[in-house]
T-cell receptor, first 113, second 110 residues
């Protein structure tokens, strides 16, 4: 079955360490997105990519980095520069049409202590 | 002020009740989405609509473009409907896809 896989489901890191969250999709979607979810707030866009080897900053890109070397993969690195990295991170993808529905992964809960 | 406002933030209902969740937005949109997030965190898309009404099983979504308002209705609610329901809009002309509301936590008691 086609879908989006995020791994791991739970991730624990010490403050000051970089950490990379994985997102893989086999839906042949062109566009991929990373969102951050905090309690009581709507999902906020970190980075998005509409095509391989190209990506744009979202609303809260500071302290994060991404790459899009393959259509299927859009990993997110949370760097030590991110002031408050503990959150739930969701990856999503869709076809090129901006009005097509998003398909979401099951998320990664990152805890930094 | 958020571009997308949902009400209520929390809703508790008895099994069988008719449920309504509201969403208001302040920008021009090309589409509005209703999403469901289960306790494990995964999100599924329920509806995408730009006018009128859509129905899927016990779920009904309506939108009034002039009033910038949408409602999600659940008929004959069931405990398995317990989840967070999220309204999101596709701002017209934006390639970023969606602006999200903060969600409505629905709990249906048996």
């Amino acid at each position: 079955d086609g879908g989006i896989t995020q791994s791991p489901k739970y991730l624990f890191r010490k403050e000051g360490q970089n950490v990379t969250l994985s997102c893989e999709q086999n839906l042949n979607h062109d566009a991929m997105y990373w969102y951050r979810q905090d309690p009581g707030q709507g999902l906020r866009l970190i980075y998005y990519s509409q095509i391989v080897n190209d990506f744009q900053k979202g609303d809260i890109a500071e302290g994060y980095s991404v790459s899009r070397e393959k259509k299927e993969s859009f990993p997110l690195t949370v760097t030590s520069a991110q002031k408050n990295p503990t959150a739930f991170y969701l990856c999503a993808s869709r076809i090129s049409d901006v009005n097509s529905p998003l398909h979401f992964g099951n998320g990664t809960r990152l805890t930094v202590t | 002020k958020n571009e997308v406002e949902q009400s209520p933030q929390n809703l508790t209902a008895q099994e069988g009740e008719f449920i309504t969740i509201n969403c208001s937005y302040s920008v021009g949109i090309s589409a509005l989405h209703w999403l469901q997030q289960h306790p494990g965190g995964g999100i599924v898309s329920l509806f995408m609509l730009s006018s009128g009404k859509k129905k899927h099983g016990r779920l009904i979504a309506t939108i009034n473009i002039q009033e910038k308002h949408s409602s999600l209705h659940i008929t004959a609610s069931h405990p398995r409907d317990s989840a967070v329901y999220i309204c999101a809009v596709s701002p017209r002309g934006s390639a970023r896809q969606l602006t999200f509301g903060s969600g409505t936590q629905l709990t249906v008691l048996p």
